[in-house]
């Protein structure tokens, strides 16, 4: 059993990325009331880069507009 699922792709599941590329990204956790502006502003310096964000977690969000409490998301680290 361990043999097949060390088999599978997490990217394919709406984990993110292998291993090796998750070190290009920290992880943070959506609080109620928050923006990808704000988040943007806060962990990576300057609100113009939110859309950084959205395209890093393109995989989970259908807009830039609609984040939600507890999602997951992907932080640029560069």
Do not use: C, H, W
């Not at 097949?4 to 090796?20: M, S, V």
């Not at 943007?40 to 393109?58: C, M, P, Q, T, V």
């Not at 989970?60 to 999602?71: E, H, M, N």
């Amino acid at each position: 059993m361990k043999a097949e699922l060390d088999k599978l792709d997490p990217t394919k599941f709406g984990l993110g990325a292998l291993a090796e590329s998750n070190a290009e990204y920290s992880m943070y956790q959506v609080k109620r009331g928050d923006t990808l502006t704000a988040i943007a502003r806060e962990k990576l310096g300057s609100a113009k880069r939110s859309d950084d964000i959205f395209k890093a977690n393109l995989n989970k969000l259908d807009s830039p507009d609609r984040i939600y409490p507890g999602q997951m998301l992907r932080i640029p680290k560069t």
